[in-house]
């Protein structure tokens, strides 16, 4: 016979719920406290965050006169029609890269051609019970909702194909919108405050993620 | 205030938007206030080691993978700051310097507890606990977490947790004999 003991059980007496009813009670800082933080953050806040990015999004909304001499005017015409052209050739040369490394182990061979590849690296996990799988990672600034696994022929596997730099990233699934797994199979990271991801790194000796 | 997830404010934070990072010390100030006035004893000590942890959490937000944890992610960090903060006021001693008088007090206040100061007496006996057992009793029955959540918040095994909190338990039961009962 099994014996289900706790030596240390919950101690849910009155006692401790009266003394913790006390302890309770709220507390209150100067109420300097906030501006004093807010303070110390503004002074940070450039050298840590993208400061101003959202208006910088907004620019183009901006309603602007631009008064150009003629001359003027034709410079800038030729300056977009050369924008564009380039623009095409950009757009085209990634497009046939990209339709030529389904995964990681062809990328890597891109990169020795190019420094600034991008490589398209495929994501699976598996899990019969899993309803919605997520990526979330350093490359999309592990913020959910932002890069969703698609369930494949095969039941319980899921996968996604991300471009990635090359180098190391971190990385973790989000099952059902809020269980957060480490791939079991890569080689684990941490941060300050106990929360595994996983590793894969981008190059010349990537291989797929599993 | 804001209706966003801290997760939404997070992200608004780190693309620049600093007074989100308003609304998110808002909405956990409390909460981490009534913690660290617990552990160190102390208006003026939370308030520092608040500011501390507060602009720690700023600056790695970045590094705050499970955003939708954001409360027990900041919570570890007040827990690290507390214990930083505890271990150097040991090492001064400014503090409970007196325990023979203020423990006399504490007697005498048994033979009639009131109300009011019924508090302050509880206050003292928490203080006379080890900090990682006052430390456990409060994240378990004052800020009510499972165990699982204070072991993430601070790096204890959940059967050692359950220790402490038992310890912590049995000696404010004596120290509080006549004053609570229950």
Same mark, same amino acid.
């Given at each position: 016979?099994?014996?289900?003991?706790?030596?240390?059980?919950?101690?849910?007496?009155?006692?401790?719920?009266?003394?913790?009813?006390?302890?309770?009670?709220?507390?209150?800082?100067?109420?300097?406290?906030?501006?004093?933080?807010?303070?110390?953050?503004?002074?940070?806040?450039?050298?840590?965050?993208?400061?101003?990015?959202?208006?910088?999004?907004?620019?183009?909304?901006?309603?602007?006169?631009?008064?150009?001499?003629?001359?003027?005017? =034709?410079?800038?015409?030729?300056?977009?029609?050369?924008?564009?052209?380039?623009?095409?050739?950009?757009?085209?040369?990634?497009?046939?890269?990209?339709?030529?490394?389904?995964?990681?182990?062809?990328?890597?061979?891109?990169?020795?051609?190019?420094?600034?590849?991008?490589? =398209?690296?495929?994501?699976?996990?598996?899990?019969?019970?899993?309803?919605?799988?997520?990526?979330?990672?350093?490359?999309?600034?592990?913020?959910?909702?932002?890069?969703?696994?698609?369930?494949?022929?095969?039941?319980?596997?899921?996968?996604?194909?991300?471009?990635?730099?090359?180098?190391?990233?971190?990385?973790?699934?989000?099952?059902?919108?809020?269980?957060?797994?480490?791939?079991?199979?890569?080689?684990?990271?941490?941060?300050?405050?106990?929360?595994?991801?996983?590793?894969?790194?981008?190059?010349?000796?990537?291989?797929?993620?599993? | 205030?804001?209706?966003?997830?801290?997760?939404?404010?997070?992200?608004?934070?780190?693309?620049?938007?600093?007074?989100?990072?308003?609304?998110?010390?808002?909405?956990?100030?409390?909460?981490?206030?009534?913690?660290?006035?617990?552990?160190?004893?102390?208006?003026?000590?939370?308030?520092?080691?608040?500011?501390?942890?507060?602009?720690?959490?700023?600056?790695?937000?970045?590094?705050?993978?499970?955003?939708?944890?954001?409360?027990?992610?900041?919570?570890?960090?007040?827990?690290?700051?507390?214990?930083?903060?505890?271990?150097?006021?040991?090492?001064?001693?400014?503090?409970?310097?007196?325990?023979?008088?203020?423990?006399?007090?504490?007697?005498?206040?048994?033979?009639?507890?009131?109300?009011?100061?019924?508090?302050?007496?509880?206050?003292?006996?928490?203080?006379?606990?080890?900090?990682?057992?006052?430390?456990?009793?409060?994240?378990?029955?004052?800020?009510?977490?499972?165990?699982?959540?204070?072991?993430?918040?601070?790096?204890?095994?959940?059967?050692?947790?359950?220790?402490?909190?038992?310890?912590?338990?049995?000696?404010?039961?004596?120290?509080?004999?006549?004053?609570?009962?229950?």
């Amino acid at each position: 016979m099994v014996e289900n003991r706790d030596e240390f059980p919950v101690d849910t007496s009155a006692f401790a719920e009266r003394v913790a009813g006390h302890l309770r009670r709220p507390e209150r800082l100067d109420p300097s406290f906030d501006d004093r933080l807010m303070r110390r953050v503004e002074i940070e806040a450039p050298s840590l965050y993208a400061r101003n990015r959202p208006n910088t999004a907004r620019w183009w909304k901006t309603e602007r006169v631009v008064r150009l001499s003629p001359l003027g005017a =034709l410079a800038l015409a030729a300056g977009i029609s050369m924008f564009v052209a380039l623009s095409t050739l950009a757009v085209g040369s990634r497009d046939w890269r990209k339709a030529g490394t389904p995964d990681v182990a062809a990328a890597a061979a891109s990169t020795a051609i190019r420094s600034d590849t991008v490589n =398209l690296v495929r994501f699976v996990f598996v899990d019969s019970n899993a309803r919605r799988v997520e990526l979330v990672g350093d490359f999309n600034e592990w913020a959910k909702g932002t890069t969703e696994l698609k369930p494949s022929a095969a039941p319980g596997v899921w996968t996604v194909s991300v471009p990635l730099s090359p180098g190391r990233h971190e990385y973790a699934f989000i099952i059902n919108g809020s269980r957060w797994v480490a791939d079991p199979l890569a080689a684990k990271s941490s941060d300050d405050f106990g929360t595994e991801s996983s590793v894969i790194r981008v190059g010349a000796s990537a291989k797929s993620t599993t | 205030m804001s209706e966003q997830s801290d997760a939404q404010l997070i992200a608004e934070i780190l693309g620049g938007d600093v007074e989100s990072f308003r609304v998110l010390v808002y909405r956990h100030r409390d909460t981490c206030t009534r913690f660290a006035v617990r552990m160190l004893g102390s208006h003026a000590d939370a308030d520092d080691v608040l500011q501390s942890a507060f602009m720690r959490a700023y600056r790695g937000l970045s590094k705050c993978r499970d955003r939708d944890r954001f409360g027990g992610w900041l919570y570890r960090i007040v827990v690290n700051e507390c214990r930083t903060f505890a271990s150097r006021q040991r090492q001064r001693d400014l503090r409970f310097v007196n325990d023979g008088e203020l423990l006399d007090r504490a007697e005498a206040k048994k033979d009639e507890p009131s109300a009011e100061d019924m508090s302050e007496q509880i206050d003292f006996a928490l203080s006379k606990l080890p900090r990682e057992q006052r430390e456990a009793f409060l994240l378990k029955h004052v800020e009510e977490m499972s165990y699982e959540d204070m072991s993430a918040a601070t790096g204890v095994s959940v059967p050692a947790l359950k220790m402490r909190v038992k310890r912590a338990s049995d000696t404010l039961r004596r120290l509080l004999e006549g004053v609570v009962y229950g």
